[in-house]
Structure formats: C-alpha cells, structure tokens
Nanobody, 123 residues
Framework: VQLQASGGGLVQAGAFLRLSCTSS????????VGWFRQAPGKAREFVAA????????SYADSVKGRFTISRDNAKNTVYLQMNSLKPEDTAVYYC?????????????????WGQGTLVTVSS
C-alpha cells in the first residue's frame, strides 16, 4: 500500500490543521493506521493511531486532547485534526498502514509508510 500524507503548512501557534492520509493504489480499510512525526534532529515519534473500523484510537501524551485521529473508509482516507498547535508540534508528519487491523505506537508494526507532510508552527 502506497500512502500519501497531505495538509501540512505554516501556521501560527494556536491555529489548527487537518492532515489527510490516503492511498491511490489500494484500500487500507482493513488496516490500522498511525501518524508519526519527526522533528529536525530528533527521532521519529508516535502521534496517534486508529483501528480499521475507527473504534479504537490512541494518542501520545503530548497531543492528547488537542489532536483527533479519524477515518472514512468509504473515501480510503485517515485524518489527523490538529488543534491548538504549538511550536513543538513542528515536524514532518508521516502516516503508515499497520500489518494488522489495529493501530499501535510501535513503528515496527507498520509495513507501509507514506511520504511526509511538513507542519511548521510559528510562535
């Protein structure tokens, strides 16, 4: 599954963005999907994950209460709504499809990664 993340941009602190993750080649409606991010000079870190039906979600503590992951399997798209953005949210955001039907915070459980989208939050 080849994934594509989009929706990044440059915003001020306190603003919102919605990222989208989709696949043009094959559906990932049976897979868990996760969002990860990598800031300059830092390791990639987990942001959020969602199960194949969307009934189970998980978040990193740093984004809990501000970010919401959701999916529309009819559109073969997973979203990451990011509210109250902070400068420390600045990173390249990647989406990935898990090998199984559940999402996870462990990147090793994901088999397909998309190209990232850059989110820059200015103070």
């Amino acid at each position: 599954v080849q994934l594509q993340a989009s929706g990044g941009g440059l915003v001020q602190a306190g603003a919102f963005l919605r990222l989208s993750c989709t696949s043009s080649r094959r559906t990932f409606s049976n897979n868990g999907v996760g969002w990860f991010r990598q800031a300059p000079g830092k390791a990639r870190e987990f942001v959020a994950a969602i199960s194949w039906k969307g009934h189970l979600t998980s978040y990193a503590d740093s984004v809990k209460g501000r970010f919401t992951i959701s999916r529309d399997n009819a559109k073969n798209t997973v979203y990451l709504q990011m509210n109250s953005l902070k400068p420390e949210d600045t990173a390249v955001y990647y989406c990935a499809a898990a090998r199984g039907s559940l999402g996870s915070s462990y990147s090793s459980l994901y088999s397909s990664w998309g190209q990232g989208t850059l989110v820059t939050v200015s103070s």
